[in-house]
């Protein structure tokens, strides 16, 4: 059974650091491209991040460009993403899934999804 279980969220002031981790099971992670998306109240999920087997391709939304850092460990098939100068705006749910990533654009990849791990950021 494929799983995914993200960890890491909290709550920090603005311009705060946070580092999240998402915990795999039950699928090929190694070869999966994966994605970072959030879902803020009152709005759609979107995809902020990603990146491909090897890490040779990563994609970030602009809003995060710069501040977040994608990355994995395939030997123990986890994701991370390193969010830095958080801002009041990246308050939200924060989920990782498997993803269908280029260097322009991140959509999910089938229907995998975790609990999430909640981000609020104050001023």
């Known amino acids: 059974l494929a799983q995914v279980e993200e960890s890491g969220g909290g709550s920090v002031q603005a311009r705060g650091s946070l580092r999240l981790s998402c915990k795999t099971s039950?699928?090929?992670?190694?070869?999966?491209?994966m994605g970072w998306f959030r879902q803020a109240p009152g709005k759609e999920r979107e995809g902020i991040s990603c990146i491909n087997y090897n890490g040779g391709i990563t994609y970030y939304e602009d809003s995060v460009k710069g501040r977040f850092t994608i990355s994995r460990d395939n030997a123990k098939m986890t994701l991370y993403l390193q969010m830095n100068s958080l801002e009041p705006e990246d308050t939200a749910m924060y989920y990782c899934s498997r993803a269908s990533c280029t260097t322009t654009n991140v959509r999910p990849f089938g229907n995998l999804w975790g609990q999430g791990t909640q981000v609020t950021v104050s001023k």
């Open positions: 039950g699928f090929p992670f190694a070869g999966a491209s």
